[in-house]
């Protein structure tokens, strides 16, 4: 798919501000850290489009981006992140799960993983969650650039064994660097081929 205009749009502190057009709109979500915006970035290719940070706890809003004029980009606050209170946690939590339950134009959710760690329970927890919510995902790797290609397959395995106990059928499975661009193509055409079905 050919990106020829990718604007942000508008933040909301909930799914009850968020844009009323009723376009399509892929969501992506993941612990704080883990690459949300990076992505995003990544794959509309502008690096300063949606607002990254080393520091976790960047994002904290519901923030959406225009793409081609028809269809939103939508990058959500990290989940998990313990530096915070934990008021301020479950506030977010509660905003993530409003809005992924009820933002009727949800077509899809990312759901990122870093490529370098082990399955971690607050992941898996979520897939389930997902799962048990009828939330479509696919699953999206990230910072594979961090790790040899031996260690990516090995840790990819550790996460479809690990879902396959609980999964007849894995979701989709990209893996992705924003640093060196891949996966880029694989993640377009993908949302270029759900957009096709709807
Ligand atoms: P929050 O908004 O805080 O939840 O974080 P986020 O998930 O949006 O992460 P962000 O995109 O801000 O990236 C966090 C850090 O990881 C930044 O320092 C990025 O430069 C780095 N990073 C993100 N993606 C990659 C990648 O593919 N490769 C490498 N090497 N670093 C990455
Ligand atoms: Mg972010």
Redesign the pocket.
């Known amino acids: 798919m050919k990106i020829k205009t990718a604007e942000f749009l508008i933040s909301s502190a909930d799914y009850k501000g968020c844009p009323e057009t009723g376009f399509p709109e892929f969501a992506?979500i993941?612990?704080?850290?883990?690459?949300?915006?990076?992505?995003?970035?990544?794959l509309m290719g502008n690096k300063s489009l949606?607002?990254?940070?080393?520091?976790?706890?960047?994002?904290?809003l519901i923030n959406h981006f225009i793409v081609n004029e028809k269809w939103f980009l939508v990058?959500?606050?990290?989940?998990g992140?313990a530096k915070v209170s934990k008021n301020q946690r479950e506030k977010w939590q509660k905003i993530i799960s409003n809005y992924l339950l009820k933002r009727s134009s949800l077509t899809l959710v990312f759901v990122?993983l870093d490529s370098r760690l082990d399955p971690q329970k607050i992941d898996l927890e979520f897939i389930n969650w997902c799962g048990e919510n009828q939330v479509p995902f696919a699953m999206v790797f990230?910072?594979?650039?961090?790790l040899s290609c031996t260690e990516l397959n090995r840790n990819l395995a550790k996460y479809k064994k690990q879902l396959s106990k609980t999964w007849e059928e894995l979701p989709p499975l990209f893996a992705?660097?924003?640093?060196?661009a891949?996966g880029k193509e694989q993640v377009l055409n993908y949302i270029s081929m759900v957009l096709t079905q709807l």
């Open positions: 992506f993941g612990r704080s850290n883990v690459g949300k915006s990076s992505l995003i970035n990544m949606a607002k990254t940070s080393g520091t976790p706890g960047k994002t904290q990058d959500l606050p990290g989940y992140y990122l990230t910072k594979i650039d961090k992705t660097s924003s640093t060196t891949s």
